[in-house]
């Protein structure tokens, strides 16, 4: 972790009435940190909250928005709940599939854009729903979809 | 009958998310009437007199929920349950995201009746926007006085801890979550004890949803017999209900329980099937409750007419289909959401589920066998009521019932070896 | 008491009593997966689901205790369904390769599938694919497809060893038992979740595919390796140890050991053995009869003569030991502290382990329970996981791992005479505490004397355990294996030896290796004229030798070891020993003179020693609640081939029998 984020680690020991609660809100600023929680982190969490590293694998591979690899820099998730499902969900991720060139959960090489179809994510009444890095994209369309793309890498080619 | 707005009076007021629009509008009016004019034990009166019952799923009384807290001194802990994950539910989502100070003001209310000073919110993981949301609205009460230290003067404290799940569904059944809260997988646990006497950090705690606390507000406000007196007897007071799947206009509706059948709900409210569609089947209650088919649709919207009609209320999340939907693959769909769900904790959920779902997922390839839809009904059999938590039940409602009410056309799928209706689902 | 009925059956049991157990004591059987007597229940597995009349679901018989008029059934159409569902559910990803599986014959699942199961599955699609035969240390083997996910295994790890070294990984039908990426199952109570993984998924690797279970005969033992003293049973074929597991003792183990009980028998078979007794000639170690060489040591043992050692060796033959000492050799130089340890046994009132299920307050004084005492560990950690008070007073602190309250001090005599005269909190604690108990590593003159004080500093019940010794180190100092009348201790025997003041020295079993000043000795070595050594396995030690008797290891004979409460055990020979070795005792009654056997030379110490043998030596102490035998495990053929195995002992052979008649007393 980087010194901030051990800094935010550290104070999270203290915010909850039992340490043992730090442990998730710890594995999201290492998520939030690197994409994805690397076998080096884990030994850094285990050590912060004086457990071993198997009980924060235990804990870590529990929780599906915690990341054993790599993803993108824009992780889209795409909602397969059925109310979405009933609203066109499948064309959505077989769009992004086609004009990534990804397969389910794949990265596309640049690193740019991993693609997860996830379940139901409490937006039924705006199916087909997406998200990308946890904001919600309601409502959402093929076009919607292909202008986000090509603005994140109009963005990022302009930044690099 | 129309929507009867009392959490979402204000919803769509602008600025209602902002702490100062929000009291113009009445807000915190009954956290002030609780602290400063009642007692504790007064405010549970009033709850209790509303009859108010848990908006999370199960139907609990809520009163009835807190009076079982023992009064030996221990911590008491309030926790608000914002996991929000069955299929075909968003309500809490709205409150969380528009009007986040009616839930404020509901959790600290109430953690004020059972006497708990510290308050937690659980919100999934996916709720990191509405994280944020929270965490500025307490920042804003805060300021008010309404958390901290010294709630209002009145020298009693309630402190509110946000807490982001990391993606599970089972981390809303009540003792998950608090296995979540601690840090731990999110395995529910053995009952008893229950959460009044053992709950987080083994200590008395009371879970409610983030609807029932909001609840509390309006409670307050107009009082427990009046609120008692909207909706029927047994289910007291008005529901969201969530709409959404092949309808007009999807969304949030609140109503009058029992006032409403689900047939309104549907056509008049949400403006029925789109255009030149019609309605093949309902789940009402989110995705673990069994079907109705439209025969049953004027069944009224309560706990206890739904559940005469064979189905739940359950969280509220009615989920509609039109006849382009395939019932097979919407229960597939919904299989493998339960599957992917299980926490893996005990063998009938764990195994039945991954079973169901191949079983399933053949039939609707079109792999279908002789005796497939028999083993189904059987193994569903096997996992009913028999599971550590209810998550079994509610992974084979919609299967279940399914299997009764649309038999033809699962057993098509095995005849013609595939969907009859073509590619609609899936 | 409450009364209900199961299964038709009138059924008292004591309030709390779970439907299982009270099933159990009616005679009824209720299958189980997760369920184990020694753990909190979890209810997880769902194989013991039972139908109590008025609650709407079946419930699960592991998790529910009894209720006052209950009516439970376990044997009606819809239980048996229940039973067949659950295993049905669990046979359908199961890689079903009982022909090769090493758990074959005592595997839970086999076992409750052929009373319980379904007589076919209907699954007939694809089985999970996870990783098998995969070592995950030197000892463990797991293979994850057989594995039920009943988490007896990470229960173990998590709650009773303290130590999560081993968890689930992902949820739902993908969660799969593992350690964590790139670590080994290290713990040194890591063969317990061998011992309790119903199925096939966790192995031994020592005892992979070494035989079927059910070719394996068993023998009642005690382990050699610590003073806690668990209870084991060999199992062997043709004679050799393949394995050893626990043999549940309600007041001393729990039905856990640790590893170097569990696979400390590699000795035994593998790597050298002493097989003939030696004598010393010249340069030379020569291979003689067991009559050269007792003549040879009874020759050398001379004038000013010790002997040291015995805290492996039997109590009968620590016993025999002494005599030889005091009574043929008249010598008062006897002592069997080879290790730094000043007492074996407690002043004041001796502890017992079951003193923990009661105890407020325990003072761990020098103790390093991990080496000294892990089993005992355990039980402390089970209870102060339910509030007991553990304070830890000196600079070894290693407990364990449990959590617990640590005093660094370099005087722990000091510190203990301060908390005996209620100062500080911890003082006051101790003087209020209903019941303490002290363990102690055994060590320091003063730190007895300070014990000693504090107990009569105390009105309440207050008890001290010796951690620090080996397996039969109380029985040692019991039977008077310490200097008597002006006689000289281990340091003073190796001081006259050193100065050559010391014409022989014998020593019972055990290693110098062990004595903490290693100068001393070397110099005792080099100017002691005869040395006589019995032991079991060649050393340095028995390479300097004038006389080597080789031993029967523990498992091979027959006798009793005195555990760190007193407790006196029986072990059996089960293994076959190498031919030409023999008991300790056998040894030893030789040269006393007696003609006796194991039974009688038993006999002579409960005569000396008869509190010993008594099963419970304190008045209201905690009775036994009556052990659990896991289903899995074959019934205990104990005490068979004790009788069959033992040879005659040697003196009848070898030794003329006219010259038996002259020494017998
Ligand atoms: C599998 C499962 C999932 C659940 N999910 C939620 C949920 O997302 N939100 C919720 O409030 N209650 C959920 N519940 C119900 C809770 O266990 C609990 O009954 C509820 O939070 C109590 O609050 P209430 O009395 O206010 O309804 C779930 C229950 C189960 C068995
Ligand atoms: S490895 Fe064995 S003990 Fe562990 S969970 Fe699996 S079946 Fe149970
Ligand atoms: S033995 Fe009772 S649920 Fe497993």
Redesign the pocket.
């Known amino acids: 972790m980087n010194a901030e984020n051990l800094a935010k680690a550290k104070e999270l020991l203290h915010r909850f009435p039992k340490k043992s609660s730090a442990l998730i809100p710890m594995l999201h600023l290492v998520e939030d940190e690197f994409g994805y929680i690397p076998e080096a982190e884990v030994q850094v969490v285990a050590d912060l909250m004086g457990v071993t590293p198997a009980y924060v694998e235990g804990v870590l591979t529990f929780y599906t928005l915690f990341h054993r690899q790599p993803t993108g820099k824009y992780l889209i998730q795409v909602c397969r709940g059925l109310s979405c499902q009933l609203n066109g969900a499948d064309e959505l991720s077989r769009f992004l599939y086609d004009e990534l060139g990804v397969q389910r959960n794949g990265t596309t090489p640049d690193g740019l854009f991993t693609v997860e179809e996830v379940e139901c994510i409490a937006l039924c009444k705006d199916a087909p729903a997406v998200q990308i890095n946890l904001d919600f994209y309601p409502n959402m369309t093929k076009e919607q979809l292909r202008s986000f793309l090509d603005k994140a890498a109009k963005e990022v080619r302009s930044g690099a | 009958m129309p929507e009867k707005r009392l959490l979402f009076k204000n919803i769509d007021v602008p600025g209602i998310d902002g702490i100062e629009i929000y009291e113009q509008h009445g807000g915190y009016q009954s956290l002030r009437k609780a602290v400063l004019d009642m007692t504790p034990d007064a405010v549970l009166q009033e709850v209790m007199t509303s009859n108010l019952r848990g908006r999370g799923g199960a139907g609990f009384p809520t009163g009835r929920k807190w009076s079982f807290l023992p009064k030996d001194g221990r911590t008491r802990y309030l926790v608000c349950n914002g996991d929000e994950s069955e299929p075909g539910t968003c309500k809490d989502q709205e409150i969380i995201y528009r009007i986040p100070h009616l839930l404020i003001e509901g959790v600290l209310t109430s953690a004020y009746a059972i006497g708990a000073e510290d308050a937690f919110i659980y919100l999934r993981g996916e709720f990191k926007t509405g994280y944020r949301i929270l965490e500025r609205a307490i920042a804003e009460a805060r300021a008010k006085g309404y958390v901290g230290d010294n709630v209002l003067g009145s020298g009693r404290r309630v402190e509110i801890t946000l807490y982001l799940g990391a993606g599970a569904y089972i981390c809303g059944e009540e003792t998950a979550l608090l296995e979540s809260l601690e840090g731990k997988r999110g395995n529910p646990r053995l009952k008893p004890p229950f959460p009044a006497t053992a709950g987080l950090y083994s200590m008395p705690t009371v879970v409610n949803n983030v609807e029932t606390l909001s609840a509390i507000v309006p409670i307050l406000q107009m009082g427990g017999a009046e609120y008692a007196k909207l909706g029927t007897e047994r289910s007291a007071g008005t529901k969201l209900f969530s709409v959404s799947g092949n309808v007009r206009r999807p969304g949030n509706y609140e109503v009058e329980l029992g006032k409403v059948t689900l047939r309104e709900l549907l056509y008049d409210i949400a403006g029925g099937p789109p255009e030149g569609h019609e309605f093949k089947a309902a789940i009402p209650g989110g995705s673990s409750v069994p079907f109705l088919t439209p025969e049953k649709f004027d069944t009224p919207l309560d706990y206890e007419s739904l559940q005469a009609a064979g189905t739940m209320l359950g969280s509220g999340g009615v989920i509609v289909l039109d006849e382009r939907a395939c019932i097979v693959g919407s229960t597939l769909r919904l299989m493998e959401f339960y599957r992917h769900e299980s926490c893996g904790k005990c063998t009938p959920c764990r195994e039945g589920t991954m079973w169901l779902n191949q079983v399933l997922q053949r039939i609707e390839s079109g792999e279908g066998r002789p005796g497939d839809l028999e083993t189904l009904a059987d193994l569903c059999s096997n996992i009913d009521g028999q599971t550590f938590c209810p998550l079994g039940d509610a992974a084979i409602g919609a299967l279940a019932s399914g299997l009764r009410l649309f038999h033809d056309e699962y057993e098509a799928h095995i005849t013609k070896g595939g969907c009859p209706l073509g590619e609609v689902v899936r | 008491m409450i009364n209900l009925t199961i299964d038709g059956r009138e059924v008292q049991v004591e309030p709390g009593t779970l439907i299982l157990d009270a099933a159990k004591q009616a005679g009824i059987e209720i299958p189980v997966f997760c369920y184990h007597p020694r753990m909190d229940p979890v209810a997880a597995c769902r194989m013991c689901l039972v139908r109590i009349e008025k609650m709407p679901k079946l419930q699960p018989a592991c998790a529910t205790p009894v209720a006052e008029g209950m009516v439970v059934h376990t044997d009606t159409d819809e239980v048996r369904k229940s039973h067949a569902g659950v295993l049905e559910f669990l046979l359908a990803n199961h890689p079903l390769d009982c022909p090769i599986c090493d758990k074959g014959g005592e595997c839970e699942l086999q076992d409750n599938s052929i009373r319980y199961g379904p007589n076919l599955t209907r699954f007939a699609d694809h089985k999970r694919h996870l990783d098998k035969a995969r070592a995950l240390g030197p000892i463990v083997e ?1 293979d994850q497809e057989r ?8 229960r173990f790890m998590q709650d009773v060893a303290g130590d999560p070294v081993l968890t689930l990984h992902d949820r739902g039908g993908h969660a799969v ?1 593992d350690v964590a990426e790139g670590r080994t199952f290290d713990s040194i109570f890591s063969g317990n ?1 061998i011992e ?4 096939g ?2 192995t031994s690797r020592p005892f992979r595919f070494k035989a079927r279970p059910w070719d394996l005969d068993e023998v009642e033992s005690v382990c050699p390796h610590c003073p806690v003293g668990c209870n084991i049973r060999l199992s062997l074929r043709h004679g050799e140890v393949k394995r050893i597991l626990s043999r549940d003792n309600e007041e001393i183990d729990w039905g856990w050991l640790c590893d170097r009980g569990r696979f400390g028998y590699g000795f035994l078979h593998e790597g050298q053995r002493l097989t003939e007794p030696m004598v010393r000639r010249g340069e030379q170690l020569v291979a003689v009869s067991w009559s050269e060489a007792i003549a040879a040591l009874e020759t050398g043992m001379k004038g000013r003569v010790g002997a040291l050692g015995g805290g492996r060796s039997s109590l009968e033959a620590q016993y025999l030991m002494r005599r030889w000492m005091q009574e043929k050799l008249g010598s008062q130089n006897v002592d069997h502290r080879v290790l730094p340890l000043t007492t074996a046994i407690a002043p004041g009132p001796v502890g017992r382990i079951d003193d923990v299920n009661d105890a407020d307050l325990v003072l761990a004084l020098d103790a390093e329970l991990i080496e000294e005492a892990p089993v005992f560990g355990l039980r402390l950690r089970r209870f102060e996981r339910k509030g007991l008070r553990i304070v830890s007073i000196g600079q070894r602190t290693d407990l364990l791992d449990m959590p617990h309250e640590d005093v660094h001090t370099d005087d722990v005599a000091k510190t203990l005479a301060q908390i005996a005269q209620g100062q500080g909190e911890i003082g006051d604690a101790f003087l209020k505490a209903t019941k303490v108990l002290m363990v102690w590593s055994g060590r320091g003159q003063d730190v007895a004397a300070a014990i000693e004080a504090a107990v009569k500093a105390r009105p309440g019940e207050t008890y001290t355990m010796v951690v620090g010794g080996l397996a039969n180190s109380f029985g040692a100092q019991a039977v008077g294996l310490v200097p008597g009348e002006g006689g000289l201790d281990a340091r003073g025997m190796l001081e006259a030896a050193g100065k050559g003041e010391l014409d022989g020295l014998f020593l019972l079993a055990d290693d110098l290796d062990e004595f903490p000043d290693h100068d001393l000795v070397a110099a005792a070595l080099n100017r002691l004229p005869f040395l006589a050594v019995a032991a079991v396995v060649p050393s340095a030690l028995t390479e300097r030798a004038d006389v080597v008797l080789p031993l029967a290891a523990w498992a091979e004979s027959d006798g009793h070891f005195v555990n760190m409460e007193g407790r006196a055990q029986r072990f059996y020979s089960g293994a076959t020993r190498p031919s030409g070795v023999y008991d300790d005792w056998q040894i030893m009654a030789q040269l006393v003179g007696v003609d006796w056997s194991q039974e009688e030379t038993e006999a002579a110490v409960r005569a000396e020693l008869p509190a010993l043998f008594e099963a419970h030596r304190r008045e209201g102490g905690p009775q036994p609640k009556g052990g659990y035998e896991p289903a899995a495990h074959a019934a205990v053929k104990a005490s068979i081939y004790h009788k069959g195995v033992t040879p005659d002992p040697f003196l009848r052979s070898l030794v003329p029998q006219a010259e038996l008649a002259g020494r017998a007393e």
């Open positions: 797991l594995c039920i996910q009943c988490m007896r295994c990470v038992v979740t309790i993984c119903p199925v998924a966790l």
